[in-house]
């Protein structure tokens, strides 16, 4: 409709003046082709890969008179042959750029830049894409929602998923653009046009984006909306242990995941053990997941890059968010200091298992009364000073605790009383000071804080009568372990033109490792601090990398990534070259390569692989070198009936990887923890399909992933090769989103994986006791004949959830009702080997999570 | 951390289910389990068994009328003779001698290698005859004992406390009285988050130990003193304090150290029940199971 409209403005009024407005003079080929079909007697002949060819009409033009199109066809590299009532449509085969008239050779080259916002609360947003219409070439907006464009034409097209397209014609000499999009709201329409780059026409690969809107529709855990575990829900991504948010990414460690919040890194990304993930879902902006192919601009950890971006605050108006669940609440509120200038966010979350559990226990008359909540806050203030300059401060910090109190005096003479406090969490800042040098170059100056902490305190203190014949005792331990950073980083990005995107920057932290630290009194000793010491690591590296059209059809992304540390008198360095090609092949297809080098100086020794937060982060030394990895993938990606296919196949190989010892840990009386560990490689090959449909009434996705992990350690396992805890043959992920109308929206997840590597005994053998005066076999102990060599049972489970939406008078309401695991599969959580009675020994399944309702309310306004 | 792990567990437990299961467990290769620790001056004493299948109710059996054939420094040197379930050699292993043999077993054949270390002098001991109170509440006598640690290579080494009543008179044999069980208090971050004094098995271990071990890697080519407790069960001196106590310093093979220290730790996990991976036993027996492995010693008499 809009295409006719436009043709008969243009044919019958002729030239058209356009002023800065959503007013446009441009069309799709098609739709050109089909007003010609309905208004003329002409046939027409022309190559399906035209189609879609965008025709810039700013003359009049005769409808009866073909020649009167060359112009603006030629502009568009089409050729035009008339025979008679046929028209023959033809591609220009050594077109390569349009040709410009002579209006638009008055604004060629020009560069006009600028930032993409949404236009009712000016957050920035990123990856929408900025177009040159004359040439159908554009750029994307970075992380400040900053672009760069060279114009050749006078009209600009900006688009972003789920807003409204914006088309401006650019005006002589203004070069400073400040889109405002607005969200769309035809997302419950039959088609809703999409916007930015195809999966097929985007360099990189190996990456998933995700909106946090999104992902608030998917069934959750217990009411609480959890990235980390959209994300296991993507092809090569595994998850850990039934209901944990720990992740593992190609065969990769939990350790080996660069989570960025806000450009910070984050150590401990679980809450209660991994049943939640510490990011509020309503304080986020956007989710990234690299899992290869990684751009120069990223280093430090081996398998992934989880880059979210906290939201900016409303400029324009106060809003608010929140919800109440079965175990947390939280509460988002975001607005204006300083209109369309300063704006802040704050966002707080808090679990309140204990303030029902407690007061239950204590009522109860229970000797041992304990409680568990988490919290967290985040918090972002940013401020535009001026066109060229802004600030931005933002804030994390959470919290976990435990406590545990045991008092018994009910027997006289007997006093015992027993605390234990257990916290951990994470506290992270950034400030970052953006700047728009020129046109083309735009800085960002970072400054981080990062710190995970764990603390252990207990005190022990038994008080006897003289009646009891057992000594008093007291003792008191504090533990604590963290890793703390202070880091600096400088980033450009520079649009040479709308072919070559270049990123440089360098990168200073000062990482500040104490693995381990505990301070002792006791009966029989004074204070005594004895554990690991203070570990200094400094870190640096310094990128560069180029995203450039190589030909019309072969963009590649080339970057050099150099990184180095030092600790102690080791220095280490690594240059990791990157580079990402993407091919286009036909129409709406294209194949891609990458191979990245990656390099990691910080390691997690981990007790269990099921995250515990006493985890040990530890520095490359003398002894313990830098993990290092290398990815080659290969794959496919198309966009067809909407939906973005890609397959994908990788390899990835890992060295100087580490785990502790077989038996480290006990009656060792060197405590060094560089002396418990073992040195190893590892693997991983696999293939993954991702088939993706992101609009209309029903979106989501199917992810499938093939896989083998092993690991290969000299002194574990025999010297044999293993299966990672985490190897899955066969994963899948079915994710399905339905808006039934405006009020309601139904979902569902399913998911299937092969069972988990797990290690079982095979036997019983006597224990061997032999000491100087002879041998004693009293004692069994078992044989495991290989690590990791049992299967347990395949997993899978079903999720729905339905939520409710009503408008209200101060805002909008939801009800969210859901169900976790809906056909109460008995997954195995782990399997334990029952021994205790000699004549009835077996293997049990332990099942933790049955069927599981949630309810939650939420709101906003 | 376990205890708050437990109830985390528990308060999920309380609405799941144990299901028994009979997962498909991997091939366990040969049943032969051999045993053998030999010194020098002392004929080599083999023991063998066949491990059972893990849900098996049945008890372990020792493997008679084997021919087990023993090499010294790879040249046959006899055939061990079965003795009261045991296979023990005429010969007496020497010090720096490779010793090596082979079983044929219905699994195929069943070998392994090992050889006898140098000892390591015990340069000085001392043992307190007053009772002190240990942090977990129990009492020792405080002992220590110095030795010089060889440079350059990897040693390990294994303390025993042996006690003899001499109210009788005192043998003079190397190593004679009863073995009275030790204990180590190492202050010590444990890695696995519960932190406490790290005594032996841990907090709850208030039995001791019959033997200690520990490698050399925070102390190569030291002088080395190390300082432990002996529990007062044997030794005793308010009952008696006639006597001898021999601390026995064995100087180990990497396979016996090994052998010592999953099969312990297994156990330990075991009972903590820890989530951590269950911890496979070392072996050096090809085809087979359980450890033949030579270690040397220096024994330190002192009459308190």
């Keep these: ?861 | 951390m376990r205890r708050l792990l437990y109830i985390i567990c528990a308060v999920f437990i309380a609405q799941s289910c144990e299901t028994p299961i009979d997962p498909k467990l991997p091939e366990n290769g040969s049943d032969v389990v051999v045993y053998s620790f030999y010194r020098p001056d002392s004929r080599i004493q083999m023991d063998v068994f066949n491990a059972i299948p893990i849900l098996d109710v049945n008890s372990f059996q020792r493997l008679e009328n084997l021919e087990v054939r023993l090499n010294v420094n790879g040249d046959f040197q006899e055939v061990l003779l079965e003795e009261n379930g045991s296979y023990i050699s005429s010969i007496l292993p020497e010090e720096g001698d490779t010793y090596s043999f082979e079983l044929m077993s219905e699994d195929g054949l069943v070998s392994a290698s090992s050889y006898i270390p140098e000892s390591v002098e015990i340069l000085n001991a001392t043992l307190s005859r007053e009772l002190v109170d240990i942090n977990i509440g129990e009492y020792g006598y405080p002992a220590e004992v110095t030795f010089q640690d060889p440079a350059g290579v990897s040693n390990y080494y294994s303390l025993e406390v042996f006690v003899e009543e001499c109210s009788v008179g005192c043998s003079n044999q190397t190593i004679e009285g009863e073995l009275n069980e030790v204990l180590i208090e190492d202050l010590d971050v444990d890695t696995g988050g519960t932190t406490d004094v790290i005594i032996g098995g841990g907090p709850e271990a208030i039995d001791g130990f019959r033997y200690l071990y520990f490698e050399d890697d925070s102390f190569d080519g030291e002088v080395f003193t190390f300082n432990f407790y002996i529990i007062p069960t044997i030794l005793n001196f308010d009952r008696s304090d006639d006597v001898k106590v021999r601390f026995v310093l064995k100087s180990l093979t990497k396979e016996y150290f090994d052998y010592l220290v999953t099969s312990d730790y297994q156990l330990t996990l075991e009972e903590e029940g820890s989530l951590s991976e269950p911890v496979q036993i070392s072996t050096n027996i090809n085809n087979g199971m359980g450890v033949f492995a030579g270690y040397n010693y220096n024994v330190y008499s002192l009459q308190p």
């Excluded at chain 1, 580490?658 to 038996?663: A, M, V």
């Excluded at chain 1, 797990?758 to 690590?787: C, H, M, N």
């Design chain 1, 1 to 861: 409709m809009r295409a006719s409209l436009l043709i008969l403005l243009l044919l019958t009024v002729g030239k058209v003046a356009f002023s800065q407005s959503s007013m446009d003079n441009s069309m799709l080929f098609k739709d050109f082709i089909a007003y010609i079909d309905e208004n003329s007697d002409y046939r027409f002949s022309y190559p399906d890969d035209i189609k879609n060819k965008r025709l810039i009409i700013n003359e009049r033009i005769n409808i009866n008179d073909p020649d009167s199109f060359k112009e603006f066809l030629e502009s568009a590299g089409i050729a035009i042959k008339v025979r008679k009532n046929l028209l023959i449509f033809k591609k220009v085969k050594v077109f390569e750029e349009p040709v410009i008239s002579e209006q638009q050779n008055e604004v060629q080259n020009r560069v006009v830049s600028g930032f993409v916002r949404d236009g009712n609360s000016g957050e920035s947003l990123i990856g929408a894409h900025v177009i040159d219409i004359a040439t159908g070439r554009g750029v994307t907006t970075n992380l400040y929602g900053f672009f760069s464009l060279t114009l050749t034409g006078d009209t600009i097209e900006v688009s972003f998923i789920g807003y409204e397209p914006q088309r401006i014609v650019a005006k002589p000499g203004v070069s400073d653009y400040e889109f405002g999009l607005i969200p769309s709201t035809k997302m419950l329409s039959e088609v809703v046009i999409t916007s930015e780059r195809e999966i097929h026409e985007v360099t990189e690969m190996s990456k998933v984006t995700l909106q946090p809107e999104k992902i608030k529709k998917l069934p959750v855990f217990m009411g609480e909306t959890d990235v980390m575990k959209t994300l296991q829900l993507l092809p090569g991504v595994q998850s850990g242990n039934e209901g944990s948010s720990g992740i593992y990414v190609r065969g990769g460690g939990q350790d080996q995941n660069l989570i960025l919040l806000d450009g910070v890194p984050v150590y401990n990304a679980n809450h209660l053990f991994g049943f939640f993930s510490v990011f509020n879902a309503d304080a986020i902006n956007q989710v990234s997941l690299i899992k290869g192919g990684f751009p120069a601009r990223y280093g430090g950890k081996l398998s992934s890059v989880i880059d979210i971006q906290m939201k900016e605050g409303n400029m324009n108006e106060f809003e608010g968010e929140g919800a109440v669940g079965l175990i947390a609440s939280k509460l988002t509120l975001s607005g204006p200091i300083n209109q369309g200038k300063t704006s802040f966010m704050v966002s707080g979350r808090r679990t309140y298992i204990d303030a029902l559990t407690v007061p239950l226990m204590k009522w109860s008359g229970a000797d041992r009364v304990f409680g568990y909540n988490f919290w967290d806050l985040n918090a972002k203030i940013n401020h535009i000073a001026n066109p060229k300059d802004r600030f931005y401060l933002s804030f994390y910090s959470g919290r976990d605790k435990f406590y545990n109190d045991y008092k018994f005096n009910q027997i006289a003479d007997i006093n015992e009383k027993e605390h234990s406090n257990i916290n951990w969490g994470n506290i992270t800042s950034a400030f970052r000071w953006n700047r728009r040098f020129t046109d083309r170059l735009f800085g960002n100056l970072t400054a981080t804080y990062s710190r995970y902490r764990f603390e252990l305190e207990t005190i022990l203190d038994y008080n006897y009568g003289e009646s009891v014949e057992s000594p008093d005792l007291y003792r008191e331990n504090d533990y604590f372990s963290n890793i703390q950073d202070l880091g600096v980083k400088m980033d450009f990005d520079y649009f040479l033109n709308n072919n070559h995107q270049v990123k440089f920057g360098v990168n200073a932290i000062n990482h500040q490792l104490k693995p381990g630290i505990s301070s002792f009194r006791s009966h029989t000793e004074t204070d005594t601090t004895f554990g690991s010491t203070k570990v200094d690591l400094n870190e640096f590296y310094a990128y560069l990398e180029d995203e450039f059209k190589l030909f019309n059809s072969t963009s590649l992304n080339v970057g050099l990534h150099f990184s180095g540390a030092e600790v102690a008198s080791r220095n280490y360095f690594y240059l990791q070259p990157r580079i990402s090609l993407n091919q286009k092949v036909a129409k709406n297809w294209s194949v891609k390569a990458s191979y990245a080098r990656m390099a990691q100086y910080i390691h997690l020794l981990v007790n269990s692989g099921v995250g515990l937060p006493t985890d040990l982060w530890v520095p490359s030394t003398d002894l313990v070198k830098p993990q290092v990895s290398d990815q080659i993938a290969l794959g496919v990606a198309s966009t067809f009936i909407g939906m973005e296919v890609s397959v994908e196949g990788y390899y990835k190989w890992m060295d100087n990887l580490i785990e502790y010892k077989e038996g480290a840990g006990f009656l060792d009386i060197d405590s060094e923890w560089e002396h418990k560990v073992e040195f190893g490689k590892g693997d991983s090959y696999g293939v993954e399909l991702f088939v993706q449909k992101k609009v209309g009434r029903s979106t989501g996705w199917v992810g499938y992933t093939w896989s083998k992990t092993t690991r290969e350690f000299p002194n574990l396992n025999f010297g044999k090769p293993f299966p990672y805890r985490y190897d899955r043959r066969h994963d899948i992920s079915v994710v399905y989103n339905y808006e039934l109308n405006k009020r309601i929206n139904v979902s569902g997840v399913w998911v299937y994986g092969t069972g988990n590597a797990i290690t079982l005994p095979t036997a019983s053998i006597p224990k061997a006791t032999w000491d100087s005066s002879g041998p004693s076999y009293e004692e069994f102990v078992k044989q495991y004949p290989g690590r990791n060599s049992t299967r347990m049972q395949d997993y899978h489970r079903l999720d729905l959830s339905i939520s409710f939406k009503k408008q209200k008078r101060w805002g909008e309401r939801s009800w969210v009702f859901g169900v976790y695991n809906a056909y109460s599969r008995q997954n195995p959580t782990f399997i334990d080997f029952d021994d205790t009675k000699p004549n009835e020994k077996q293997f049990k399944k332990i099942s933790l999570f049955p069927i599981i309702p949630n309810v939650s309310y939420q709101f906003k306004f």
